[in-house]
């Protein structure tokens, strides 16, 4: 085969619905394999603490039913990773779910499917930590006992060796965990016997589909394409291109470092690459390199914090303003006053994000001195005990209507409300796990099980 | 192009330009969960040069700029074949941990559309 066709349908699978029309021009230029990214670390703990997808089951059913449809009536591979979105065993059963459901409705002819599972247990994790292979990736503490008691699931980030199996077994369709962005596009290129490095390469600018094109456009399709020694791109929307600039600025995407990238095993080197415009829309690369280092794998763990309730007040009094720290150390110290059995730190959290005066970069904030005239105060507490995380909110936000400060000239309520309410809020979780752990076997973290889908009754 | 050109020739007319009129893209976003980075990117080639050469982009006055500590600079790299420099820094705690205000980190780049980038 002098080229392999590998289509990006979409940068983040049931995030939004995506463009079908660029995926069925994209369908046209019959590719080798179609593939989507479904998750990502980006939108916090959450999803993976919680054990939930949190998109909407129709959006995700029409990425997914798109996609499968076309590749059933195409006859080729389709790829998806970080099922569900965090990527734990529920995220894969729960797309296998719809993946059956659209075979089903469609009557498809039978196609065999490879669940590719890589939540890993605590006791796991526990056992690798004692016997000194896990390391803290850059920025995160180190793993102790309590922080893994702390954990409600744990995934391991798989590369491209688990999926390359899982062709090796028969797969059709492969629904994988929680995986590199890029194993899921480099895998089958890889399986075919392309050059690895390339194959990454590829796998990394696919990931967010047409975000490596220009102008930005949503959810809209891209190609790759792979030869002996180079990659080719062409985005699927006929209002996009890709430029060497384009291309080549993607790899700084969601990176630390421009030039690196760093997979189970490898270290992918950008630096001698070399961009070229090959025609008015395509973009070719070529020069990428791959250092083998240690195999590690990246695990990801998230853990329960407390229920969460809200509360929102509006102030637009300059004297508050001016005496703003006062005014919220009141509502403080009438909480501790009234509740000191209640401990902060231990048995509630409470945050006070002021909208108008430094809430979105706190310490960060350049203009951390101007006063702005109105701002809204955001209250936000929980706590293990939903009793108490209401409870809390509501002194505190009732304390803020009538707290005092001196100088104060207003004397009736201090902050202006929508309605006399808290708000319940999505739970709150932390993560608990950034870390790798060292291993002798590339498929360590993963369980692959193939079955037969079919749409027809027996 | 030629717009540009006379956009960027109309700037060297004064002494110094802020990063907003030179940068096609100012942007910030988590790099993983411990990071948030920046991306300034140019569409001309000699405005991605004069910035990468001002000196103005350092650690020492990334740091500045943030209030955070030269530890907490993860670096300030020039991407050449992208036509831009990124700077990484520690994020004030892991993405969407409790209290985190910003759990996408793409609100943290304004402070960079008013560095002072000398011309000439």
């Known amino acids: ?458 | 192009m030629a717009s540009a050109q006379s956009q960027t020739a109309a700037l060297a007319a004064t002494r110094s330009a802020r990063l907003l009129d030179l940068a096609t893209t100012i942007r910030s976003k988590n790099a993983g969960i411990y990071n948030v980075t920046f991306d300034i990117l140019f569409d001309e080639l000699d405005r991605y040069e004069l910035v990468r050469d001002a000196g103005v982009l350092t650690t020492e006055s990334v740091a500045k700029l943030f209030h955070v500590s030269v530890s907490d600079v993860v670096g300030v790299i020039a991407h050449d074949a992208g036509q831009g420099i990124k700077i990484t820094i520690r994020r004030t705690r892991a993405s969407g941990n409790p209290g985190d205000p910003d759990i996408l980190g793409c609100q943290q780049h304004s402070p960079l559309y008013d560095v002072q980038v000398p011309l000439g």
């Open chain 1, 1 to 458: 085969m002098d080229e392999l066709r590998v289509l990006s349908a979409t940068g983040a699978l049931g995030a939004t619905p995506f463009d079908d029309d660029s995926f069925r021009r994209g369908m046209e230029r019959r590719p080798h394999v179609i593939g989507a990214d479904a998750g990502s670390n980006d939108v916090g703990p959450y999803g993976l603490g919680a054990n939930r997808c949190y998109f909407p089951r129709d959006w995700v059913k029409h990425d997914l039913g798109v996609m499968l449809l076309a590749a059933r009536e195409q006859g080729i591979p389709m790829v998806i990773g970080s099922a569900g979105h965090m990527g734990t065993d529920y995220g894969v059963d729960y797309h296998t779910s719809l993946i059956q459901e659209v075979a089903r409705e469609n009557g498809l002819a039978p196609f065999c499917l490879a669940r590719i599972y890589t939540e890993l247990s605590k006791e796991y994790i526990r056992g690798e930590l004692h016997a000194g292979r896990v390391e803290a990736l850059e920025g995160a503490p180190d793993l102790t006992d309590e922080t893994i008691d702390a954990t409600d699931h744990a995934v391991s980030v798989i590369g491209v060796e688990p999926y390359v199996e899982a062709f090796k077994q028969g797969a059709e369709v492969v629904i994988a965990g929680r995986s590199c962005d890029d194993a899921i596009f480099a895998s089958y290129p890889i399986y075919r016997g392309y050059d690895r490095a390339l194959s990454i390469h590829l796998g990394k600018v696919l990931e967010c589909a047409s975000v490596a094109a220009t102008p930005y456009m949503a959810r809209t399709a891209m190609m790759g394409t792979i030869r002996d020694d180079s990659i080719l791109f062409e985005p699927m929307h006929p209002g996009q291109r890709c430029t060497p600039v384009s291309v080549a600025a993607h790899s700084m995407y969601e990176e630390a470092h421009p030039h690196h990238h760093r997979i189970p095993g490898g270290l992918v080197r950008l630096e001698q690459c070399q961009f070229n415009q090959v025609d008015e829309r395509t973009v070719e690369v070529r020069g990428t390199t791959l250092e083998p280092v240690d195999l590690r794998l990246k695990i990801e763990g998230a853990g329960f914090v407390g229920y969460r309730v809200l509360g929102i007040v509006g102030v637009r009094d300059p004297l508050t303003i001016a005496n703003l720290d006062a005014f919220i150390q009141f509502a403080r110290d009438r909480l501790t006053k009234r509740y000191p059995q209640y401990q902060e730190g231990r048995d509630f959290h409470l945050f006070t994000h002021v909208y108008g005066k430094n809430a979105v970069m706190e310490s960060r904030e350049a203009l951390a001195g101007e006063l702005p005239h109105e701002i809204g105060i955001l209250l936000e507490v929980m706590s293990k005990d939903e009793d108490v995380a209401t409870l809390i909110a509501r002194l505190f936000r009732k304390t803020l209507m009538v707290a005092e400060y001196p100088g104060q000239k207003a004397t009736t309520g201090k902050a202006a409300i929508l309605a006399d309410e808290e708000l319940r809020g999505m739970d709150s979780y932390q993560w608990t796990m950034f870390h790798t752990v060292k291993v002798d076997d590339p498929l360590a973290h993963s369980r692959i099980e193939m079955e037969t889908v079919s749409g027809r009754s027996a």
